[in-house]
């Protein structure tokens, strides 16, 4: 069974409670944190390039109250497409892949800042991140979260 991309943004849909831990190479700091974020569809468009939906998500974290909407465009492909961040009047734009039946790559490049992220979906209720943060083709940063999705914040 092939692995689309309106599954994975199906089961992310939810309330979730998140540890990060983020190790920064060159100072040698480690930033531990944990919060809370729902995560909502906020519409399905039809995409004129047939290659799809355009899936709309929206991410609220509730400790600060930021909230950011991520458009999900998938290709002709199966596994690729592009994501845009709409946040703070900034537009973003990622690729996603589908790496392996169960984890989603979303990647980010400048002329020389490259983000790649790995999202491992565990089950439906549990996910796994690895984040990794390059500068001119050094390491600058690493991070690592874990994800459960809980039943008392849907409740807020």
């Given amino acids: 069974m092939k692995f689309k991309i309106n599954k994975f943004l199906k089961a992310m849909e939810g309330s979730w409670i998140s540890q990060k831990t983020t190790y920064y190479l060159k100072t040698n700091q480690i930033c ?3 919060f809370n974020y729902i995560i909502k569809k906020n519409k399905t468009l039809r995409n004129n390039s047939n290659a799809g939906e ?3 998500l929206e991410f609220y974290n509730t400790n600060n109250k930021k909230k950011d909407c991520y458009n999900f465009s998938p290709t002709n492909e199966d596994n690729l497409g592009f994501i845009t961040q709409h946040s ?3 537009l973003d734009d990622y690729k996603y892949s589908i790496y392996k039946h169960d984890c989603l790559k979303i990647e980010y ?3 020389n800042i490259e983000y790649i ?3 491992y979906a ?3 209720t549990f996910t796994t991140n690895v984040s990794l943060l390059k500068k001119s083709d050094k390491y600058m940063a690493i991070s690592f979260s874990s994800n ?3 039943l008392a914040l849907s409740k807020q």
């Fill in 109 to 111: 490049k400048t002329a």
């Fill in 148 to 150: 459960i999705k809980t």
């Fill in 122 to 124: 565990i089950n439906e």
């Fill in 54 to 56: 355009l899936n709309c």
């Fill in 88 to 90: 703070n009047k900034n």
């Fill in 32 to 34: 531990c944190n944990q």
């Fill in 117 to 119: 992220e790995y999202i």
